[in-house]
Structure formats: structure tokens, C-alpha cells
């Protein structure tokens, strides 16, 4: 008899989120009408997907063919483990910087060789503006060269005026890298060079102006902000920018409508929320007193469709506890404190007749002690990390490296089963170059993920990627230090952190994989879905974006 309630319970929960995605509405946005939308969903009606066959050809940026100017080593090839991602077979790769690859390409917006006649003057200007007003008229000589057997290196002018010469042949992504690298210099040459790097850069931002639009082609959008994050690191004003976006905000009800269409257009967070559920549900199907910690409570949303779940228990429903750690974005978009939050889910569970108790913790993660958590002796526990646990600073920002201080505390809890949600991307401690690259292919994926849901004109995507993503990767770009917030690993450090702290993986059910299946049938087909190291992998094409993994 017990085994067969199990199995009901396990089949409960793996119904329950095979449910066609559109029944269950986690904003609580049933009759939420997205203004402006004239555009068609492109969705898929197969299950299976296929990884890169043997015939496509990609190229990894360590692996570009030599050109004239620097070439960067694939941040994503930086491994912090012997794993790789599951959509990167061996010897698949992605192109960096070839001026002479062809101009057929996944990023799209190659740059014409000829480029008009008014940027070739505003090139031939700043050409000669670094020649005779910084250098003088005597630096038309190219300093390269070899003196008794020994190389020397092109002095900054040399290869900055290279590139320079060049710009008009480059396309977009080429650009944005090429800028990117006289930015980071920038940073630490001598003033002299500095002047001359800070010219470079300048004249290439003009042309990247006209070539980037916030309603073009995925990577014509994605440059505009990348640009803007270069712009604001050049003038060492990352965190001010980055502080003026946060003021910008939109009001509360626009806010929850930008992070509403995402939700819709997007598998990224339905992927966080039917994993982490599915295995927290069935770590609890013998448990009659369950408490669930989420250190990113946002709205809720993501408990509505578990307490539903639990509801439908054999032999009765279970008490649920849920501690809520809060987040000031999420408090925006809400309009109001966590006792908003508590107030739907309880609602949620009287009309499910499941007893229901809500604790809110309105504080950042960094500040989370033991006594904010309310631990309680006879509850199973759970936690919950969902694309939260990279906003923490590790040992490389502070010594009080709370990434590493808050897995300690809660395995010291003893949890039942923890589930971590992340980001397949390595922009934490890696260099400013290495980081703009990762983030330049990253979010290429991601800017084509959201160009297949929606047109390129439509208001409400435009305005989602403003106040949901730019923000991001603005900071990865111009901010350092604790103004960086946006440091994301690659799940081999995870995973190590993770050990450390005393954890184990716990092998993750069928069940599991079969949910992300069934929801991914209302997406487009490009979006990929694996399963190996440990961990589930969600991605775009041939990136993997993001991981879903169990630990106890």
C-alpha cells in the first residue's frame, strides 16, 4: 500500500506539470492583455531535438585563422572542470574575429566594404588626428619591426591605426570585440597611450552607432547595449550608469508586464521552476511537515503550481512552510513588501485545503544568517536557488565570500534536497576581454531565443530586453568590484563549490526530464534540452544557456 501511494504521489506531481503550459499562470496574470502585440509565436509541435551534425562548421575564437589584428582565447573553452556542455561536441566551434570568414553568419549585420563616404572621412579624420596632434607628424613610420634578432611590438598607434584601417571591412560582432580591446588597454597604459587609445575607441563607437538598433537583428540589439556598457567603462562611470538604469525603472505594473512577456516568450523560467519543483516533490513524497526555503522568492509564482500539486496527495495534503528571502527588483515589480507574496499563496492554499504557513526574509542574500531562516526540529527541508546564487560575492570580490558562506549555512542545515538553477556562463573572474566575449556569444543565443517568439518592432519585447536584460549585461560590462553584480560560473565550479561545502549530487528522476520535455514542445525547436554530468542543460542551438541540478 505504501508503495503504491508513492507512486501516485510521484505520478501526481509529473501530471500535474505536463499540463499544457498555458493553464497554469504563475504572475497571476489570467486576464494580463499585452498591449502593442502584433506579433506570431513561432513555436514547435516536435518533441525531439538534434545536436550539430558533422556537416556544420563553427569555430571557437582560440581557434580563428590568423589576421592582422589581436585574436581572444573562447572565455567558454576556459574549463573549470573536465566537463563540457552536452550541445558542444567535440571540435564544434563558434567564429571570433576572421575578417575573412564569410559574411553568412549567425550573429547576421556584416558591415559592407564599403561603408560610405562620410565614415571613411570621419576614419581618415581620427587617422589623422592621432598622427599629428598626439604622435606628430613624424609617426607615419610603422615601429614594428626587429632590432639585433629581437621582435618588437607595434606600438599602440601602430595597431590602433590598423584596426582603425580595417573598421570599414569588420561586421558587427567584429567591431564590438575590436572596441572591447582598446577599452580594456585603456585601463592600463600610460596617459600618452591612453589619449591615443581613447581616440581609437571613439571613432569606432561612432560607427558602432550607426549599426546597432534596439529593434534590429539579435546582435544588432544586443550591440546597442553592449555598446552602451563600453561607453560607460571607457569613461570609468560603469556604476553610475548602472545606478541611472536602476532609477529608470518602469512603474510597478509596467515592470511585472516586461518580466511577464519574457516568462511567456521564454522557457528559461518555467525550466527553473517545473525542475526545481518536480524534485523537491517527489524528496517530499513521505513527508508530512515540509519547509521550503527559496532565496528567490519573487512573486511567488513558482510555489502556486506546487502547492496545487501537493493538494492532490493520496491520503491528504501535507503542512508547507515557506521562508521567502527577498529581492529589491522583485519588491518593485510587486509594489509592495513580501506580505503580498505571502498573501496569494495563502489564498492559493485555502482553495487547495492545504495547510499553509509563510515567513518573509526582506533581505539580501549576503545578510541571511541562521536565525533569519526559522529553522524549525521535525520539518523536511528544502532549498531553493534559482538564478540567484551568481548574484553573490565570492573570495575574488571580499573575504567574507558569502557564495561559499550561505552554502556552508545551509548545508549545516542539513536540508533534505537543494536545487540550483544557473546561468551556463563564465563572466565571474575571468578578464574584462574574456568576459565581454562570453557575454557577447551568451547573450547572442539569448537575443535569438527572444527574436523567435516575437517580431523586431514589437513594443513589448523591446521594452522587456530594455528593463530585463540590458541591465545585465551593462553591468557585466562596465562594472568592477562590488559594483559587478553579474558574475556567473559554469556548473563545473558549481559543482566544486558545492563538494566543498559537503554536498552530494543527487541523481535527478526520469520525471524530471520528461516535465522539461513536454513544456519545451511550446517553444521553437532550435531550443535544446540534455542531460549529462549531474545536472539538466536548456539551450539555444548549440549554447547552453542555463543548468538545473539536485544536491543533499
Known sequence: MQ????SQTSASFHSFYNRPVQQIDPYGLSTFQVLNNDSTSSKSQGTGFSFQTDT??????????ATDFAAYSSPSAVSV??????FSPQGSHSYGSDLHHSSDNTYGSPLSGSSGVEDENKLM???????????GPESDTDDSGSFNGIVTQPSPFTRYNRILEMAPHMDLKQLLVSCAEIVSEADTISFSDRQVALSAAEALMEILEKQVSVSGEPIQRLGAYMLEGLRARLLSSGSIIYKKLKCKEPTSSELMSYM???YQICP?????YMSANVVIGEAMENENRIHVIDFQIAQGSQWVSFIQALSRRPGGAPYIRITGIDDAQSAHARGGGLDLVGQRLAQVAK????????HGAAMSGCDVQLENLQVRHGEALAVNFPYILHHMPDESVNTMNHRDRLLRLVKSLSPKV???VEQESNTNTSTFIQRFCETLDYYTAMFESIDSARSREDRQRISAEEHCVARDVVNIIACEGTERVERHELFGKWRLRLMMAGFSPVQLSPSVGIAIRDMLKEYSSNYRFAEGHGALYLGWKNRALATSSAWR
Open 260 to 262: 511577464h512577456v519574457l
Open 56 to 65: 556544420e562548421q563553427f569555430f571557437t575564437l582560440e581557434s580563428t585563422p
Open 268 to 272: 528559461y523560467y518555467k525550466f527553473a
Open 418 to 420: 537543494v536545487t540550483l
Open 125 to 135: 579624420h581620427a587617422l589623422w588626428v592621432l598622427r599629428n596632434e598626439l604622435l
Open 81 to 86: 572542470s573536465s566537463y563540457q556542455s552536452p
Open 3 to 6: 508503495a503504491s501511494q508513492e
Open 351 to 358: 482553495s487547495c485545503g492545504v495547510p499553509f504557513e509563510f
